[in-house]
């Protein structure tokens, strides 16, 4: 079963960015589109943006939309979340996960496996 593993998570400052990484390893290969989901203390755990197995088709949640960016490089298996002009609410656990769906969802349950989350902490 393939194993995904974040990484590139820090502290920073309001308006600075940051890339955080999703490597995939381990299974027997097979296409997957990856979303990326945010989890805050005592907040549920929210989409943040997708893309889909061919790197062709992006998403976002709006309240990224603009400053975030995801993008892929399948020739390494790993999956990168590009977060531009950081706010203090960015702050949050950030997971990546895959499905073996042609495309990516906003919810969680759709997905087939996770990471273990990659701290962001942004402070004003």
């Known amino acids: 079963q393939v194993q995904l593993a974040e990484s590139g998570g820090g502290r920073v400052q309001a308006g600075d960015s940051l890339r955080i990484s999703c490597a995939a390893s381990?299974?027997?290969?097979?296409?997957?589109?990856v979303g990326w989901f945010r989890q805050a203390p005592g907040k549920d755990r929210e989409f943040v943006g997708g893309?889909?197995?061919?790197?062709?088709?992006?998403k976002y949640a709006d309240s990224v939309k603009g400053r975030f960016t995801v993008s892929r490089d399948n020739a390494y298996n790993t999956v990168y979340l590009h977060l531009n002009n950081l706010k203090s609410e960015d702050t949050a656990i950030y997971f990546c996960?895959?499905?073996?769906?042609?495309?990516?969802?906003?919810?969680?349950?759709?997905?087939?496996?996770w990471g273990q989350g990659t701290q962001v902490t942004v402070s004003s």
């Open positions: 893309i889909d197995w061919r790197g062709e088709k992006t």
């Open positions: 381990g299974g027997t290969y097979r296409p997957y589109s």
């Open positions: 996960a895959a499905t073996f769906s042609a495309t990516t969802s906003r919810l969680p349950s759709e997905y087939d496996t």
